[in-house]
């Protein structure tokens, strides 16, 4: 939120420079992340003139012979192209000398430029009167900056600008919506440094009197609206507003309407009670409802925009149809116009929770909801109406109506809080005088009831008598919490904010720091997962992180029936400001998918990308008051591969990636983790995947590797080939988990020794069963077993695979009786498992 130290000055005299006050703010609570001083930006020798005089360039059509009065006492020629200039007019002038950062036209950058005394067009130019962007000021190049009929002439601009003070940007956490205005912050400014708080004074009407008899509110939706506050101005003037109005206004970023409208933002940003202006001639019935949206209801709000009303919204309407979205915005039917004579304002108190869902639902998001959504003061609608009704009449010409409609449909309760004072220094660490604590809570709107006499109060309590509001002793204060302050709810809240009026950095340091007496352990999970991306980032693949929401559509099509994702459909969310709702996803394929494509498109490659998520299964959930519950959450590994292999270099050629690559990865992540894959053909439905192998430890499926199909590239925007391996990762990080750390062993310092088997099998047998096979009866002395060769071309499509075995022996030499043993006892196996036959 953007505050004027101007507009800030109008409710306080702080007597702090801007960043002193950015600083205080900050230490409270209130976080000042940015400060802008008005002008800063203004060079040294920029001086407010006034034009003399004005007149056509002789020898150019676009340009004007101007005498500017710089205050040095003889009248400066300058030469000016803007359309805008004028006699009489208070302007900015770079004098000779002065250095400005102008656009070069060639270029478009800024350079800087040193006002110097020349010729245009024959004509003699002593210096520059400048628009906003030549000064810094904003990007506005449309005219000449035309200064106050009062500026003074001769004086600096950029003192002139500063004296308009500075603009703070401060971020306002979610629980203090009474911060949400300038008269909030003014309200924290005095109690931090003891300075008088200055509220506007109005005359705030009686509910009835004329207005009440002129216009009728009715509230059909009380959970909705709570409050609904009606007041006339008639006999208005519909046009700009005052420089002091459309300057306070622009200096937070807000660009003038009309006199009216701009009223109702001012009240808006000075005490934080939304408004709305309607015109009430245009109001059907001379009649507010404020009730819930009828189904399918369509409504135009003041953007000129028509929306489909969510169910469960709260809108206004008229004796025909709706004119205002509770809390959001207008309707473009309803508007204050040109034309308007008679305005009806609008102050209510809408409820949080209902605005934010209706905000939400229309993809909106203005100041009123901002502030709805956190809470307005319940109390404040009168006043800020009347406030405003005020202010119009003064701007616009007109004359408020006599008296106002108030409609109550669920009165305020205040609440109160017992704060006892002991409790303060066990919980800051600190003494807090009790004059002190009662000074700042009552600075901030609080009520403190404090007996007037202490010593009688005491002989009561002695005497066991019952005393409201000190039942824990005389030092024990009874707080009723301000209407603004929905936040406040208990004594601890309350020691907060004596805590930030009292100062942050005015609390102690602890003197003993408590360390904790068990040894802390790594989490299995994460050190699994650790272990995951070293091992990936080892064979140089890099990690991309990507949003757990797909589109409906999208993840229906990657909704693989495999078992290593699961059963189940896929988990609806619900999100009201869209059509159509997202869903969480099932795979990690697709948004790896496409930041493959986003890559290529980038020009990329070879691409080597894994991401370690969360996938979802489960009942869909398509209820506003439904919870996500979904029945089966997991964690998954992607691998995915694009293009080709390398780039090309001069001394070897690329080649694109193809499913082996993928399984090869899968293979070596395996040998880096201590875990036996096996590989076997699979089809998966769908046409998106093609070459797909299934991944199998120990007989469970944990994952699927294969290729994309050009159906599967052309949705996500990518090019082939693209190979990928999923992995059920939690199935596999819980077989790490039982085993113990990675210990070091030496190498053997005795010789290896390889024998070669070739194996001839029926068509279709898998190598790497063959393989699984080899290694599960190779005995203690096998070491290794590599497939080096493949021939598919023997009578009766048999194939032939052959293997280099490598053995090994810690404690010994190897012989040939060993060796002779362990191969017999392989060749066997394989014979009897696959029906395989030894090739000589």
Not at 217 to 243: H, K
Not at 526 to 547: D, H, I, K, N, Q
Not at 697 to 711: D, I, K, M, P, Y
């Amino acid at each position: 939120m953007l505050v004027s130290t101007a507009w800030l000055s109008r409710y306080v005299d702080a007597g702090l420079d801007p960043e002193a006050l950015a600083g205080l703010l900050t230490l409270s609570g209130l976080e000042v992340e940015g400060v802008e001083v008005k002008g800063a930006s203004v060079p040294d020798g920029v001086t407010i003139g006034l034009v003399l005089t004005a007149e056509k360039h002789p020898d150019a059509d676009r340009l004007t012979l101007c005498t500017v009065d710089v205050g040095s006492g003889t009248a400066l020629n300058i030469v000016c192209g803007a359309p805008n200039v004028a006699a009489g007019q208070k302007v900015c002038v770079a004098t000779v000398g002065t250095t400005l950062l102008l656009t070069d036209p060639k270029t478009g950058q800024k350079v800087p430029v040193t006002m110097a005394e020349r010729k245009i067009r024959g004509a003699a130019s002593q210096g520059m009167i400048c628009a906003e962007d030549e000064l810094g000021l904003s990007a506005d190049h449309a005219g000449i900056l035309v200064l106050p009929d009062d500026a003074p002439v001769g004086a600096s601009v950029r003192d002139y600008l500063g004296a308009g003070g500075a603009v703070l940007e401060v971020n306002i956490t979610p629980n203090r919506p009474d911060a949400t205005s300038h008269f909030g912050v003014a309200r924290d400014v005095a109690a931090l440094t003891g300075a008088s708080l200055a509220k506007p004074s109005v005359d705030v009407p009686s509910p009835g009197g004329e207005a009440a008899e002129r216009v009728s509110v009715q509230i059909d939706a009380p959970e909705g609206c709570t409050r609904y506050v009606g007041m006339l101005i008639e006999n208005v003037a519909v046009g700009p507003s005052p420089d002091w109005l459309r300057e306070a206004l622009e200096a937070i970023g807000l660009r003038s309407i009309n006199n009216v409208v701009d009223v109702t933002n001012f009240v808006l940003h000075e005490i934080g009670q939304p408004l709305h202006a309607f015109d009430f001639d245009r109001v059907a019935g001379r009649r507010i409802v404020v009730r819930r949206a009828h189904d399918g209801e369509r409504f135009t709000t003041l953007d000129g925009k028509e929306r489909t009303l969510p169910a469960g919204a709260t809108v206004i309407a008229d004796a025909e149809h709706a004119v205002a979205v509770a809390g959001v915005m207008g309707g473009l039917d309803s508007e204050v116009t040109d034309a308007t004579t008679t305005v009806l304002l609008e102050a209510a108190h809408f409820d949080p929770a209902t605005t934010r869902r209706t905000a939400k639902a229309l993809d909106l998001s203005t100041d009123a909801s901002y502030r709805f959504e956190r809470g307005v003061d319940p109390l404040g609608t009168r006043w800020a109406a009347a406030r405003a009704a005020a202010l119009i009449a003064e701007v616009a010409g007109g004359h408020v109506v006599s008296g106002c409609v108030d409609v109550v449909a669920a009165p305020f309760e205040p609440s109160h809080v017992h704060l006892r004072l002991p409790r303060i220094p066990k919980v800051l660490g600190v003494e807090v005088p009790r004059a002190e604590v009662v000074r700042l809570l009552r600075a901030i709107g609080f009520a403190v009831e404090e007996a007037s006499d202490l010593l009688g109060l005491v002989k009561q309590i002695q005497k066991g008598a019952h005393v409201d509001g000190f039942e824990d002793g005389p030092d024990t204060l009874r707080l009723t919490v301000p209407s603004w302050r929905p936040d406040v709810t208990r004594e601890i809240d309350v020691i907060e904010e004596v805590a930030r009026l009292h100062g942050f950095d005015r609390l102690p340091e602890p003197k003993h720091v408590t360390l904790p007496t068990a040894v802390p352990t790594a989490n299995p999970a994460v050190a699994a997962r650790t272990r995951l991306r070293e091992a990936l980032v080892g064979l140089g693949f890099r990690e991309v992180v990507t949003t757990s929401l797909l589109a409906a559509d999208v993840a229906e099509r990657f909704r693989f029936d495999h078992p290593a994702y699961g059963n189940g459909p896929v988990v609806a969310t619900y999100d009201p400001a869209r059509e159509s709702p997202l869903t969480l996803r099932s795979s990690l394929l697709p948004s790896a998918l496409a930041v493959a494509g986003y890559n290529q498109r980038q020009r990329q490659p070879s691409l080597r990308l894994f991401e370690v998520g969360h996938v979802f299964r489960g009942p869909a959930v398509a209820s506003q008051d439904a919870r996500v519950a979904p029945s089966d959450e997991r964690e998954h590994a992607v691998l995915l591969l694009a293009g080709d292999n390398r780039v090309a270099g001069w001394d070897e050629r690329p080649r694109p990636f193809d499913v082996f690559d993928a399984k090869g990865a899968v293979e070596a992540l395996f040998e880096g983790l201590g875990l036996d894959a096996a590989f076997e053909p699979c089809a998966v439905p769908g046409g998106l995947v093609e070459d797909a192998l299934t991944v199998r430890v120990a007989g469970e499926a944990v994952g699927l590797v294969g290729r994309f199909t050009e159906a599967a590239l052309d949705g996500a925007g990518a090019r082939g080939p693209v190979v990928f391996a999923e992995l059920h990762w939690e199935a596999l990080a819980a077989r790490l988990a039982g085993r113990g750390p990675v210990r070091y062993a030496p190498f053997s310092r005795l010789p290896e020794a390889e024998r070669d088997l070739a194996f001839v099998v029926p068509a279709g047998t898998a190598a790497g069963d063959v393989a699984a096979t080899i290694r599960q009866h190779g005995g203690p002395l096998l070491r290794g077993v590599r497939l080096f060769d493949r021939y598919d071309k023997l009578e009766g499509g048999r194939v032939s695979l052959a293997f280099a075995l490598r053995f090994g022996k810690d404690d010994g030499m190897l012989r040939d009786a060993d060796l002779d043993a362990a191969t017999d006892t392989v060749r066997k196996a394989v014979e009897a498992t696959h029906g395989a036959a030894l090739r000589t």
